[in-house]
Nanobody
Framework: QVHIVESGGALVQPGGSLTLSCAASGFWSNFYVIGWFRQAPGKEREGLSCVSNADDSKYYFDSVKGRFSISRDKAQNLVYLQMNNLKPEDTARYYC????????????????????WGNGTLVTVSS
């Protein structure tokens, strides 16, 4: 059974940095895309970044380009989201999701919903 656990959420001051981790387990497919999303109170869930296991491509939604960076440890099935220059509007619950489709990260992340989700980790940006 697919199991996803996010960690690393914290209270951080504006301008600070934080790295979130996503641990995915319980599957054996080589073709999947893992994505980071977030949902602020009263708002819809929005995409942040995705990485494809098929071609190692990375994709960033416009809202986080230049500030957030996705990376991974393939051997451990870990995906990280490095967040820099955090702003109060980055306050949200951050979720990791996975979808089992072969393809590049940009296409998959924009065209297909994630099949499995973790419970999220809370990031609060405040002084």
């Amino acid at each position: 059974q697919v199991h996803i656990v996010e960690s690393g959420g914290a209270l951080v001051q504006p301008g600070g940095s934080l790295t979130l981790s996503c641990a995915a387990s319980g599957f054996w497919s080589n073709f999947y895309v893992i994505g980071w999303f977030r949902q602020a109170p009263g708002k819809e869930r929005e995409g942040l970044s995705c990485v494809s296991n098929a071609d190692d491509s990375k994709y960033y939604f416009d809202s986080v380009k230049g500030r957030f960076s996705i990376s991974r440890d393939k051997a451990q099935n870990l995906v990280y989201l490095q967040m820099n220059n955090l702003k109060p509007e980055d306050t949200a619950r951050y979720y990791c999701g996975i979808v089992f489709i072969k393809g590049g990260s940009e296409a998959i992340c924009n065209l297909y919903p994630m099949s499995y989700w973790g419970n999220g980790t809370l990031v609060t940006v405040s002084s």
